[in-house]
């Protein structure tokens, strides 16, 4: 079994607890993930791993998390080609309109363009109600966009269907089964 290594920048708890959430969804599937907070650890432990969750929540107006923001020009000098990397990320639809899931974009980017890492976990815009986002290629959330102010409800439906398809795109054979 492959450790899966998932790294989250959290200021208000919220991108934590949507970790321990994916985290105990990929348990369900009999799929280890060791768990980092961004804020306490070396970035350089992404490299440890083939398979990367990075959990990113966009603060003020489109910006990265504190944690994120201090280690973002250390990630350049990362490789992390043959990686495959899911991003999930917090933001607020409706007081943030304009800049919703823009840290999925700025992260993703910056992991896929500069690092070389593979980016899986794209999920779909639609059921958001948002003018505008750096999250946002073809038409999809670079990953999996989650609102507790304004969809809480929907945060743990959408954290299990996303957790399945990350292991279908990570290609964790025999792994589907949910108890």
Same mark, same amino acid.
């Given at each position: 079994?492959?450790?899966?290594?998932?790294?989250y920048g959290s200021?208000?708890?919220?991108?934590?607890?949507?970790?321990?959430l994916i985290?105990r969804?990929f348990?369900?599937a009999?799929q280890? &993930?060791e &768990?980092h907070?961004?804020?306490?650890?070396d970035?350089?432990?992404l490299?440890?791993y083939d $398979?990367?969750?990075?959990?990113v929540?966009?603060? *003020?107006?489109?910006e990265?998390q504190?944690?994120w923001?201090v280690?973002f020009d $250390?990630?350049a000098?990362?490789v992390?080609?043959? &990686?495959q990397?899911a991003?999930?990320?917090?933001?607020d639809q409706?007081?943030?309109a304009d800049?919703?899931?823009?840290a999925?974009?700025?992260l993703?980017?910056?992991?896929?363009d /500069?690092?070389?890492?593979?980016?899986?976990?794209f999920?779909s815009? +639609?059921g958001y109600?948002?003018?505008y986002? /750096?999250?946002? +290629?073809?038409g999809s959330?670079m990953?999996l966009a989650?609102?507790?102010? *304004?969809?809480?409800?929907l945060? /743990?439906?959408r954290?299990?269907?996303?957790?399945?398809?990350i292991?279908?795109e990570?290609?964790?054979?025999?792994?589907?089964? &949910?108890?």
């Amino acid at each position: 079994m492959t450790a899966i290594g998932l790294f989250y920048g959290s200021t208000a708890g919220t991108t934590e607890e949507a970790g321990r959430l994916i985290q105990r969804e990929f348990e369900r599937a009999q799929q280890q &993930v060791e &768990v980092h907070d961004i804020g306490s650890t070396d970035i350089d432990a992404l490299v440890d791993y083939d $398979k990367l969750i990075i959990g990113v929540p966009t603060y *003020n107006i489109g910006e990265l998390q504190d944690d994120w923001y201090v280690v973002f020009d $250390k990630l350049a000098d990362l490789v992390l080609i043959g &990686v495959q990397v899911a991003l999930f990320g917090l933001g607020d639809q409706y007081g943030y309109a304009d800049t919703f899931q823009d840290a999925l974009g700025i992260l993703g980017r910056r992991l896929r363009d /500069e690092c070389g890492a593979e980016l899986v976990g794209f999920w779909s815009a +639609e059921g958001y109600d948002f003018a505008y986002s /750096e999250g946002i +290629e073809d038409g999809s959330f670079m990953g999996l966009a989650l609102d507790d102010d *304004n969809q809480g409800a929907l945060t /743990e439906s959408r954290i299990q269907a996303w957790v399945q398809q990350i292991i279908r795109e990570f290609e964790l054979e025999g792994a589907l089964h &949910v108890g």
